[in-house]
């Protein structure tokens, strides 16, 4: 079974200033799919960025980045320029390629997350 | 086109009652799934279903747990004689049929439920 690891319980920076969120994985597979997904405080679930593991190519949307590490199994996100609406709770998720027939997929594996607080 | 829903957003039940949490994927959306958060946890997936079926259950407790995505009508997730333990947030969340390889699963707001 595939484990997910965030070993920053909370972290704490700038307005403006730049942070990184720090995940590492457990797989024994090769394709897979990860994810950083924000939850504010209302919990929604929001998509912030995703990766293909065969693409080795580091993923970017606006401020926010990844570091994939294939071989190290690592995962982290970068936020930069970070504005007060970044404040969440930040989920790292690991996800199968899709085996089931219909087009379907596993379910994600969800990290604990990190609490990310945004200073004035 | 409307996003994934949830009802009821917060369930109040007592010990011994059944809870019963709806979920109404996105428009076009055959593939569901149900996840758990505990307090300050991650999710934790239960089950996943196509309509009519049920494709992986793995997440899932054995008993009092059951989940349902009929042919017409929301996906049902059905907890018989709560105990505390049941008290989380259970999220939804819906992906289309495979129009891409990434398959994403767009979430719900969640239904926070509170066994007394």
């Known amino acids: 079974a595939q484990t997910v690891t965030q070993s920053q319980p909370e972290m704490s920076v700038q307005e403006a200033e730049t942070v990184t969120l720090s995940c590492t994985y457990d797989?024994?597979?090769?394709?897979?799919?990860l994810f950083w997904y924000k939850q504010p405080p209302s919990r929604q679930m929001i998509l912030v960025i995703r990766?293909?593991?065969?693409?080795?190519q580091n993923a970017t949307e606006n401020r926010f980045s990844v570091n994939f590490q294939k071989a190290a199994k690592s995962f982290s996100l970068k936020i930069s320029d970070s504005q007060l609406g970044d404040a969440a709770m930040y989920f790292c998720a690991y996800r199968s390629r899709g085996k089931y027939s219909g087009g379907g997929a596993d379910g994600l594996t969800f990290g604990k997350g990190t609490h990310l607080i945004i200073q004035p | 086109n409307a996003g994934v829903m949830q009802n009821p957003r917060h369930l109040v039940r007592r010990r011994g009652q059944e809870a019963r949490l709806r979920c109404s994927p996105m428009k076009g959306h055959s593939h569901v799934y149900w996840y758990r958060q505990l307090p300050e946890e991650g999710l934790k997936f239960m089950v996943y279903?196509?309509?009519?079926?049920?494709?992986?259950e793995s997440g899932m407790p054995k008993e009092r747990f059951s989940a349902e995505f009929p042919k017409e009508g929301p996906s049902i997730l059905r907890i018989q004689q709560v105990v505390r333990g049941d008290s989380a947030a259970y999220f939804c969340a819906s992906s289309p049929l495979k129009t891409s390889s990434y398959n994403e699963q767009f979430f719900g707001p969640g239904t926070r439920l509170t066994v007394l």
């Open positions: 279903l196509q309509k009519e079926n049920i494709i992986d």
């Open positions: 797989t024994s597979e090769s394709d897979y799919y």
């Open positions: 990766q293909e593991a065969y693409k080795q």
